[in-house]
């Protein structure tokens, strides 16, 4: 039990964020992500990695269900990844030189939550992010802007510092 506000309101969704729990569901535990209260990437780290896999799983159902009126329950099967935390190969950052802030959105994409270390990233990624926090400012021609970072095969690659929605050149 708790409080929520809607922030965003279509046809047939609605778009709302915690605003406090009075009382918590006996499946929900501390994230061990530190930035998880702010920042809109990671929507199931207040549960475990079965509960997470159970939600999704339920969730594509519905969805399936719902536009294409099938029943997939006895078909679909959830291959469960060998580690939750550190697979992603590719992480896009967002950056406002004005608020010195490079990191993720937050829910709404209202503000930018800066980050030192993303769980979801994995090392390589990381280590990147620690050396684009270094000079970040210096390499950003424009005020806001995005910049990706990602792994492939075995070689980690930055996106130039860009405009938002520009055109992103390899460094």
Known sequence: EGVAEVYKAKKNIQFAKLKHIDKASPIR???KCPYFNECGGCHFLHTSY????????QAFLDNFSRQYKIDL????KVHKASERYEYRNRIQLHYNKKTNSLGFFNEDNTKIISIDKC???????NNALFSLKE???KEAKRPKGHVEIFERDGKVYMSKVCPTHGECEEL
Request: net charge negative.
């Open 29 to 31: 535990e501390e994230s």
């Open 50 to 57: 079965d509960d997470e896999l159970r939600f999704k799983r």
């Open 73 to 76: 329950s006895q078909l679909l």
């Open 119 to 125: 769980l979801m990233a994995n090392k390589n990624v």
């Open 135 to 137: 000079n970040w400012q």
